[in-house]
């Protein structure tokens, strides 16, 4: 498993890569880097959106495409002061709920 944070626009985030084919999973990073809220597909009963792909490179770029076109240009997370056990809580989904056919970068097929 590997975890990677960015800020997309002003929304920090975090992308969980794990398994094997890979797949991306996407949080919304809150309360000064201390919940993740994942997202999922308020137009689909909240599932939690997941994009695997065959290497964890490919399902990064993917997530990493996913989240600048819904938030904008990718840049350096924010560092935060994390509590000492660098334990995060899970928060509350963040719900996408734009229409599917708005959320594929360059014919990504994200859905």
Sequence with gaps: MSE?????GATACLIR??????IATMFVVTDNGN???PIVDGLDENKV????M???IDALGRAVR???KWFGRRGPAP???RNPLGIRRIGEPYPDERPKTDRR???DGAD
């Excluded at 990677?4 to 997309?8: G, S």
């Excluded at 890569?17 to 890979?22: K, S, T």
């Excluded at 959106?49 to 695997?52: D, G, R």
Aim: aromatic share 14%; net charge negative; charged share 25%.
């Design 4 to 8: 990677h944070e960015f800020a997309f």
């Design 17 to 22: 890569v794990e398994g094997v084919p890979a």
């Design 35 to 37: 919940e993740l809220r």
């Design 49 to 52: 959106i997941e994009l695997p």
């Design 54 to 56: 065959t290497a964890e």
């Design 66 to 68: 996913y989240l600048g």
């Design 79 to 81: 560092q935060w002061a």
């Design 105 to 107: 970068p360059d014919g």
